[in-house]
């Protein structure tokens, strides 16, 4: 355990934890490492054994008082000797005092709440196949139509934490598509469509409701062409599984939203899809 350096990634090196990612099943999309590197370059650890790397974390610090853990992965062949611990630490070290989030596997919350997470609440992933012209609404615009400054006000309803960097590199990466719907001069629903390893990935999906929420959906579906989707639900929103099912798409497992500290109080019922799992 001696012989382990742990050290912070260069921006180039995310990518190493992105594949892991992919490796594991959790379907990254191809532009998540560019845009993971916007947030806090000093939040993404490497831990390497002889100069290879053998685990990695991300724990961004968003503002003073919020973080959010990710990216957590130990290679398979070094599991079990403590490598993931010394790692972990050094990630939480990072936090400071802020309160941190993730999205862990449900298998795993005894061991985060040893570690002082607390239970939120679950997040169901749904896939399937569906077709472009499933749920199409007038009325949708690009969401570059839409001030930057109304999008992060919509944000904060759903989110611990300012992040403009992130918003503005997830919105406007390559490949990523992003959509809106404006009800009496106002951002009523919005949303984010990624290519990924396997098929298409929306998140956020934000609405006033879910009128709102399957409009801005219709419109995702309809520039992707349809094919593969997945998206992950809060299992608190009932009318976003509703939705999610409507599509015909299926659950495919679920993580545990959990928090140290404080658990924040968001408006859950306008989050009909998780922005990422690895950044929250």
């Known amino acids: 355990m001696?012989?382990?350096?742990?050290?912070?990634?260069?921006?180039?090196?995310?990518?190493?934890?992105?594949d892991w990612a992919a490796a594991e099943g959790w379907n990254p999309g191809y532009a998540d490492a560019a845009c993971f590197s916007q947030v806090d370059p000093d939040g993404f650890l490497i831990a390497e054994l002889e100069g290879v790397p053998a685990a990695t974390i991300s724990c961004v610090n968003y503002d003073a008082r919020f973080a959010f853990l990710g990216l957590y992965i130990v290679r398979k062949n070094v599991r079990g000797r403590g490598?993931?611990?010394?790692?972990?630490?050094?990630?939480?070290?990072?936090?400071?005092?802020?309160?941190?989030?993730?999205?862990?596997?449900v298998a795993q919350q005894q061991?985060?709440?040893?570690?002082?997470?607390?239970?939120?609440?679950?997040?169901?992933?749904?896939?399937?196949?569906?077709a472009a012209s499933v749920g199409q609404r007038a009325g949708v615009i690009t969401l570059a139509?839409?001030?930057?400054?109304?999008?992060?006000?919509?944000?904060?309803?759903?989110?611990?934490?300012?992040?403009?960097?992130?918003?503005?590199?997830?919105i406007d990466s390559p490949g990523h598509v992003a959509r809106a719907l404006v009800r009496d001069g106002r951002l009523a629903a919005w949303g984010v469509i990624r290519p990924c390893r396997?098929?298409?990935?929306?998140?956020?999906?934000?609405?006033?409701?879910?009128?709102?929420a399957e409009a801005v959906l219709g419109a995702?579906?309809?520039?992707?062409?349809?094919?593969?989707?997945?998206?992950?639900?809060?299992?608190?929103?009932?009318?976003?599984?509703?939705?999610a099912k409507n599509l015909g798409l299926a659950p495919m497992f679920e993580t545990a939203r959990m928090y140290t500290g404080e658990i924040p109080q968001l408006r859950l019922e306008r989050a009909f899809g998780v922005t990422t799992l690895e950044l929250g």
Do not use: C
């Open 83 to 105: 490598y993931g611990l010394q790692i972990w630490n050094a990630a939480i070290a990072h936090a400071g005092t802020r309160v941190v989030g993730l999205d862990g596997v």
């Open 111 to 130: 061991n985060y709440k040893k570690s002082g997470f607390k239970f939120a609440y679950v997040n169901i992933r749904y896939g399937g196949t569906v």
């Open 145 to 170: 139509e839409v001030p930057l400054v109304a999008v992060e006000a919509d944000d904060a309803t759903v989110f611990p934490a300012p992040r403009t960097a992130f918003l503005r590199a997830w």
């Open 2 to 18: 001696n012989d382990l350096r742990i050290r912070i990634m260069r921006p180039d090196e995310i990518s190493i934890a992105v």
């Open 220 to 243: 995702l579906l309809a520039s992707a062409g349809g094919g593969e989707i997945f998206i992950d639900v809060p299992n608190v929103n009932r009318e976003a599984i509703a939705l």
């Open 198 to 212: 396997e098929g298409s990935k929306i998140g956020p999906l934000v609405g006033d409701d879910r009128e709102a």
